[in-house]
């Protein structure tokens, strides 16, 4: 208990030193190179930042050629290329169809009159009862 107290009375007597500055009372006096230091570091960083994308742009051309040699050797094609293949391979029956195009729509999602016409037939192999109350 008496350590508690002890750093208790410490913290409100001494206080760290920048709470003047805090309060307003001292100000911080400006480098005349500052503007100078700044802008090196603004150009240290532009210049980490280039080296960071040109190392990741080599690492990955580099697994692009792998992939290349990879695609090479087993026959494959890109993924790219092969999705542009399959969507030109469902367009070109459509386009040369003489038959309709299929709907949009699933069958029992589409018409109110082919809803209505299931309505019916499962009505009649309702009892009377329930056809009564879903008629309601």
Do not use: H, N
Request: proline residues 6%.
């Amino acid at each position: 208990m008496r350590f508690f107290f002890v750093s208790l009375s410490l913290t409100f007597s001494g206080g760290p030193p920048d709470v003047g500055k805090m309060l307003g009372g001292e100000e911080k006096e400006e480098d005349p190179d500052a503007a100078k230091k700044e802008e090196e570091r603004q150009e240290a960083l532009r210049q980490q930042e280039e080296e960071r994308k040109d190392k990741y742009a080599k690492m990955e051309a580099e697994r692009e050629m792998m992939r290349q040699g990879i695609r090479d050797k087993y026959g494959l094609k890109k993924r790219e290329e092969a999705e542009a293949e399959a969507a030109a391979a469902q367009e070109e029956p459509a386009a040369g169809s003489l038959t309709r195009p299929k709907k949009a729509v699933p069958a029992g999602c589409g018409d109110e009159e082919e809803e209505e016409s299931i309505m019916d037939t499962v009505m009649k192999y309702l009892p009377g009862p329930l056809q009564d109350m879903l008629k309601k």
